[in-house]
């Protein structure tokens, strides 16, 4: 059943295009995932292919890319928000996104609640160390904070062995316990953004 629903991927990757990602192919998945479950659009942003500055405003000047990834934040009701782990943390590109989605706390619609409220996300994680965990915390904590609401169980992650050289992107299929998180992961997300898009939390 359709809902009208769109979601946006924000890939953390330090890594430019045309680079393969593990982040990316995460992320795509649970954007393919979430088109079984009403969502009618999507697309994917890998943010360090675009000029995205340092700060917590909406707009830090002249050359700042972050404006129109703004609007495709605020124009989509899901997030996906997909980083990989560097010494057991979100990615500098990850936390320089939550930076910039700290302007929206101040942000308010029409009758006065932030504007991503009613709008859900969730976390795509992989890494060749432990620390999914710690970093999904990390991320959800933070989109709490600005607004977003998490659905249960909204994060899929692949982690390989210590101190080995295989990534998620050299898995071939993917392992059967992260495609069943992803699916999990999406089916919540795409009924909990339907449920607050009919019926949006109460105005202040």
Known sequence: MSHDLTALALVCSLKASPAASSSEKLGREVLAELEKHGVISSDVVRVV?????FGVT????AGDAWPAIRQQVLDAEIL?????I???QPASVCKMVLERLDNEIAVTDD????????????????????????????LFQALDDVGYTIPAQGVTYWVGEAMQGTDYQDLDPAPEKTTGTTATAARNAAHLAALLKGSPYPAS
């Open 58 to 61: 909406d707009d830090e000047g």
């Open 49 to 53: 292919d675009h000029d995205v500055r």
């Open 111 to 138: 009758e006065g609640r932030p504007v991503l409220f009613g709008k859900v996300a969730i976390v795509a994680v992989v890494g060749n160390e432990d620390g999914a965990h710690h970093t999904s915390a990390e």
């Open 86 to 88: 560097w010494m057991g």
């Open 80 to 84: 996906v928000l997909a980083t990989p």
